[in-house]
């Protein structure tokens, strides 16, 4: 199988981080520290690797499908989907049977005024009287404005859910536990975080962030 550049620094990294887990494993039995879950988070991301190699541009191969978790979602396959076990959601946007193409990312304009995230327990009174205008403006958008709290909190649901099937096979995507996972949140707080300072027409609008790791930032 013919790799491309990117999958092969991929596989480097990929290689070297479970290499270093091995390695911290090993480490922590022969020091007779207590780690039940180490066999399955192995197998789990041996399981992992599998369907990776085995998928190719996106497409399940047959022999992929018993290992492959995530390719891209099938647009036009949006159904109602468990939010709970016990509780079926439908938070399919109008329109999904004609999807629009897809834009590929552009990047902003390096000259555009930085946005400074600060953490959450050090943020003014006047960060959070602009934080909440731009909450409320969001939440008064119609539900056919793409950028309404609704729709968005909706874009959550539909890939946490599986409300789409991944392209070429009917099983569910589902971006959480799979390597998607940080990418994708990344993405939408990225996009969420934009339209909140659009909405205020502050281009320097940034969302705090929690300090978990420093004595002030931690929740008593
Ligand atoms: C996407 O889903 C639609 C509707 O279920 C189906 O007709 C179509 O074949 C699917 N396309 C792919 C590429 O999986």
Redesign the pocket.
């Known amino acids: 199988m013919a790799l491309g550049p990117c999958k092969w620094i991929s596989t480097i990294t990929f290689a070297f981080l479970l290499v270093m887990f091995t390695v911290t494993l090993w480490s922590l039995e022969s020091n007779q520290v207590q780690y039940p879950f180490a066999g399955d988070l192995t197998k789990m991301i041996l399981g992992k690797l599998e369907g990776w190699s085995l998928s190719k541009h996106g497409v399940i191969t047959e022999e992929g499908k018993r290992g492959a978790k995530s390719v891209g979602p099938?647009?036009?396959?949006c159904?109602p989907s468990y939010g709970r076990k016990d509780l079926l959601v439908d938070c399919c946007p109008p329109g999904f049977?004609l999807p629009l193409p897809f834009v590929d990312f552009q990047f902003p304009d390096p000259q555009s005024p930085l946005r400074i995230h600060r953490p959450a327990h050090a943020v003014d009174v006047d960060y959070i009287a602009k934080y909440d205008k731009a909450l409320s403006i969001m939440k008064s958008l119609p539900h056919h404005d793409p950028r309404s709290f609704s729709r968005q909190a909706n874009l959550h649901c539909l890939f946490c859910t599986g409300a789409y099937?991944?392209?070429?096979?009917?099983a569910p995507l589902s971006i959480h536990r799979t390597w998607l996972f940080f990418p994708w949140h990344r993405m939408m707080i990225y996009f969420h975080e934009r339209i909140l300072g659009s909405l205020i027409g502050d281009e320097t609008f940034a969302l705090p962030y929690w300090a978990w790791d420093i004595p002030q930032g931690m929740i008593k």
Not at 74 to 77: D, P, R
Not at 165 to 170: A, I, R, Y
């Open positions: 099938n647009m036009t396959s159904h049977q099937d991944q392209q070429n096979s009917n």
